[in-house]
């Protein structure tokens, strides 16, 4: 049997557990928990039901649905969506992303090779290069590409017609997405956090997948801490199915849920140690704030960038720290969160 790793050791991945992309390594994972239909698919009801209805109308019509845009913060299932998509059509999936797409003949090459009804999947689309963007536009309006032959004065462009096929488009900033292309998409639909008893759910059904018994107790303390995103639960599912089998009985119940999630210090309501070292800068060497990004970034040892985009998204939606034009302020839940008094000049803190 092999060694089993030390504490610290674990909890050196505690910082990466909560973190709402994934590697190569946690797709081949993931894989095996996606759901493959959209009645599989658990949540965001409003979304599901607008697909359906254009998947249904396209089918029974024989023709390829209107090209599909889906936004939303990484985690959620746009990739998982774009799968069903194709499976529903009864369609082969190509998958490419808008940053391995550098230049237009790269786009050219993915779309003259597409057959009549193929779904191609563009991951992060907004990071298309513009010339990929200029080609994808006529590609996706009148199913035609210009394919350059030749340089310079002796260059000519031959128009290469193509089949009918479905764009899915997946961003996690469709604010970034220039008006023409977004234009281009018949449908949009933008998936939302999770609620826990989603997420208690989709923990239920990964674990029947993992041939793991699950109390419900234990869902809902996982539920809790997953920052509303099924890619994390299903993550700190398994880190619990790992210490219940190596340090516990073998049952994923409550106790194992608690003594897992606290190696890997995820505390009761989903903040790691990023979240938590930001709240105790703030409340106790700044009483509060305001204080810049990048003094705050500086004190926890982090880059600016890593705040900005790991920690303080979460944290503000949750209404622990706010952003005003003097920078970042503690707000009175945060104070409370660590088990201190906010001082009686606080509500001075959120004014301009």
Excluded at 13 to 32: K, M, T
Aim: with cysteine; glycine share 8%.
């Amino acid at each position: 049997m092999a060694d089993r790793p030390a504490d610290d050791e674990v909890r050196d991945l505690g910082e990466r557990v909560l973190a709402p992309l994934a590697d190569e390594i946690e797709r081949s994972v993931e894989a095996a928990l996606r759901p493959r239909k959209l009645d599989e698919f658990v949540g965001q009801q409003t979304v599901r039901a607008q697909l359906s209805l254009v998947l249904e109308a396209a089918t029974a019509r024989g023709v390829a649905p209107d090209h599909i845009l889906l936004s939303g913060p990484p985690g959620l299932g746009k990739t998982t969506l774009a799968m069903i998509v194709a499976a529903e059509l009864g369609a082969s999936l190509r998958v490419t992303s808008g940053p391995a797409i550098q230049h237009a003949g790269d786009l050219a090459a993915v779309l003259s090779s597409l057959e009549e009804g193929e779904v191609l999947f563009l991951d992060e689309i907004h990071r298309l290069a513009r010339p990929a963007e200029e080609l994808l536009y006529v590609a996706m309006e009148d199913f035609r590409v210009d394919v350059v032959v030749g340089k310079g004065a002796g260059a000519s462009a031959i128009p290469l017609t193509l089949p009918p096929f479905t764009v899915v488009g997946a961003t996690t900033r469709s604010g970034l997405l220039p008006a023409p292309l977004r234009d281009r998409f018949g449908f949009t639909g933008h998936l939302d956090y999770y609620d826990a008893f989603e997420l208690e759910k989709v923990l239920h059904r990964s674990a029947r997948l993992l041939d793991v018994p699950l109390a419900a107790d234990a869902a809902t303390e996982i539920a809790r801490r997953s920052r509303g995103t099924p890619r994390i639960a299903n993550r700190l599912l398994r880190r619990v199915r790992d210490w219940a089998q190596v340090r516990g009985t073998g049952d994923m119940d409550l106790a194992a849920a608690r003594a897992a999630l606290e190696v890997y210090e995820v505390d009761p309501i989903g903040l790691d140690r990023l979240d938590r070292s930001v709240l105790d800068a703030l409340c106790t060497r700044f009483r509060g704030g305001p204080v810049g990004l990048t003094t705050l970034a500086l004190t926890v040892g982090e880059e600016p960038e890593t705040v900005e985009t790991v920690a303080e998204p979460y944290l503000v939606r949750e209404g622990l720290i706010a952003r005003t034009p003097r920078g970042r302020v503690a707000t009175p839940a945060a104070w409370r969160h660590l088990g201190l008094e906010p001082p009686t000049d606080q509500g001075t803190l959120f004014r301009a």
